[in-house]
C-alpha cells in the first residue's frame, strides 16, 4: 500500500483537494466550489465526499493525514479565524470538524505557510534548513523557516511580511493600515503602480486601453514582454520595493534563500532580477552576495494541493524527531 | 562538586569573566583590559589564567563550560570575524584557541545572542520559547528565538535589527549605510537626536551646556528626570522610532515579549513607554495588545556575565535533546 497524504487549498470562491505521494506526484484531484456553502458543515461534507472518491478510485492507498492550506488559517488550534474572503463567519474550528469525517493526522496553517512547507518537502529548499518563501497573489504572504521548521510563533500568525510598512504615508491596505508592503508587491500591488505611472508620465501604453477592474498581474505582463516601458518599469518598482524589504527580512533570520512564489512570480526575471538587485544595494555588509533570490520549484498547476499535503509530511517527521 | 559555567564577555576596552552556577549566582569574576594586547594568543593566556584562578579559589566545582559573548562574534565556526572595536584583525578562531587551555564544551556568539540566551536561562524569558531580546547600548543589537531556540540563520548572523532602515535618507551608520535603526534607538542615536532637537528647538534645556563628546545617554536621562523638556523629547522620539520598527519585526517572528536590554534600556517608562505605545499604533490588527515590551531581568552588574555563560547551559540542554 502507498503512502500518501491528502492536500486541500481552500479559497474564497475554490477548493481545491488532491492526494499526492511523497514523491510529490499529484495522483489525483478534484475542485469544490466553496463559495455554493454557506454552512460549513455542508462544505465539510462534501469535501470528505471528495476525498472518500479519490481514495476509493485509487484502490490500495494508506491515507496518512490531511493538510490544509487555508486564508487565516491556525495551525496551534487548527481553526479558520474571521477570513475576509470565506462565508463561514468568526472561528472555525476546521480540524475537529474535519476529523470527524477522517480520523487521521490533519494539519492546518495559511497558504503562505503551506507553501513554504512545500517548499521544504519537495521543492528547492529540500536541503535548505533556513529560508522565505514569498507568495505574491493578491495579497502577500510568506512562510519563514528557521532551523528546519516553520516558524508559527507565539500565537500561530507569524510570517505576514505583506504588512511590513514601506511608507507610513503610503497606500491605504486592507488591513486598515498604510503603506504595507503588499500594496506595492502583489498582483494588485503592481497594478496600482501602473495607474500610478499612467497618472505620472505622458509615454504610450497599451496600458492605457485598460479600466482598473480589467486590468491585472497578467495584462501587465504580457505588455512588459512586449517591451511597453509603463509596464516594464511597474515591474523595476515592484522589485525595487521588495527587495529593501527583504534586505530587513534577511537580518532578522539570515536565510539562505527567498523564492518568490504564485502568480507575480510567474513573470520570472522582471520581477526576480530587480528584486535581487534592490535587496543587494539595501543589504548590511555581511550578508552581501550570500541570499539567494530564487522562483518557486513548485511551478506545477497543483502548486497550492502540493503545498497542503506537504504539510502532512513535515508534521510526521517533527513528530518522529 | 558543584556544576559551573564560565562566562566571558569581550568589549573593546574589558573583557569580563565569571564563574556562574547554575540559578545564575556569579560565584567569582574578574575583569581584564582587552585593548592592553595586541596579539590573541597572549590575552588567551591571560584570560587562562584569570579563568584558572577563580577555579582555583573557588575549590570544588565541575566546570561544564565557558561560554563568550564577543562583538562579530561566529557561532558556527567559533570565530571573531573583523571585529571593528578588536585589536585582532581578521578572523580569529577563538573558541579553538581557547580549548588549547581548558578542553570543556565552548560556545560563542555575538554579545547581544548572549544576552538573548541570559534571558531564557536566568532572566524574564524562562518560560517562553518565542521572544526577543534587544541590547540598546553603543549600537543595537538583537538575539530571536523561535521554538525556544536562538536563531542563528544560514550563516550565523542572523538577528542584526540594528541594521534594519528606518529612513533610506536617514542618518549615516558606521555599517556605510544610511538611517538604520541603531542611529537613532542607541545610547548613541539619542544623543544624535538630542542634538538635531537643540538645532531644531529654541526652548532651554541643560543639555545644551554639554559637547557632543561630552554628552551621553546617562546625562539625557538624568535631565529626563528632572524635567528637562528637549530630553523628554529624545526619550519619546527614540521610543516611538524604536516602535514603529518593532512592528515589523513583530510581524516575522511573532513573539511573546520583547525584552529592553543594556545602558538606554535603564531609563525605564522613559523608554518602554513610548515605545510599546508607537509599536501598538503600528501593529498588524492580529498581533495588537499580545505582544510585550519588558524590562530585561538581566539588571545586575554582571548582567553581561550572565549571558555569556548561560550560552554554556542552553548548549547542554540542546545536546541533551
Chains 1, 2 share one sequence.
Not at 462534501?46 to 491556525?74: R, T, Y
Not at 481553526?79 to 492546518?108: C, M, Q, Y
Amino acid at each position: 500500500m502507498k503512502d500518501i497524504a491528502i492536500g486541500v487549498d481552500i479559497g474564497g470562491t475554490f477548493t481545491k483537494v488532491g492526494m499526492v505521494d511523497k514523491e510529490g506526484d499529484v495522483l489525483a484531484d478534484a475542485i469544490i466550489k466553496t463559495s455554493d456553502y454557506p454552512e460549513v458543515d455542508k462544505f465539510m461534507a462534501n469535501l470528505h465526499h471528495s476525498i472518500q472518491k479519490l481514495i476509493d478510485q485509487a484502490g490500495a492507498v494508506n491515507v496518512i493525514g490531511v493538510g490544509i492550506g487555508a486564508p487565516n488559517g491556525n495551525y496551534y488550534k487548527g481553526t479558520i479565524e474571521f477570513a475576509p474572503n470565506l462565508n463561514w463567519k468568526g472561528v472555525i474550528p476546521f480540524v475537529e470538524l474535519s476529523r470527524k469525517h477522517l480520523d487521521v493526522t490533519t494539519v492546518l496553517t495559511n497558504d503562505a505557510n503551506a507553501a513554504a512547507v512545500g517548499e521544504k518537502i519537495y521543492g528547492g529548499a529540500r536541503n535548505m534548513s533556513d529560508f522565505i518563501v514569498i507568495t505574491l497573489g493578491t495579497g502577500l504572504g510568506s512562510g519563514l523557516f528557521v532551523n528546519g521548521k516553520l516558524v508559527y510563533g507565539y500565537d500561530g500568525f507569524a510570517g505576514e511580511l505583506g504588512h511590513v510598512t514601506v511608507n507610513m504615508e503610503g497606500r491605504i491596505c486592507g488591513c486598515g493600515r498604510r503603506g504595507c508592503l503588499e500594496t506595492y508587491a502583489s498582483a494588485t500591488g503592481i497594478r496600482r503602480t501602473a495607474f500610478e505611472l499612467m497618472a505620472d508620465r505622458t509615454i504610450p501604453s497599451e496600458l492605457r486601453k485598460y479600466s482598473f477592474e480589467n486590468l491585472d498581474a497578467e495584462l501587465i505582463f504580457n505588455a512588459a514582454e512586449k517591451g511597453d516601458q509603463l509596464a516594464l518599469e511597474a515591474f523595476h518598482i515592484t522589485g525595487k520595493i521588495l527587495g529593501t524589504k527583504l534586505a530587513d527580512t534577511v537580518v532578522h533570520t539570515s536565510p539562505e534563500a527567498i523564492f518568490l512564489f504564485g502568480g507575480l512570480a510567474k513573470a520570472g526575471n522582471l520581477i526576480l532580477e530587480p528584486t535581487k538587485k534592490s535587496m543587494e544595494a539595501h543589504l548590511l555588509e555581511v550578508f552581501k552576495n550570500k541570499v539567494k533570490i530564487l522562483p518557486s520549484e513548485l511551478t506545477k498547476k497543483n502548486a497550492a494541493i502540493l503545498g497542503s499535503s506537504a504539510l502532512v509530511w513535515q508534521e510526521i517527521t517533527l513528530k518522529q524527531t
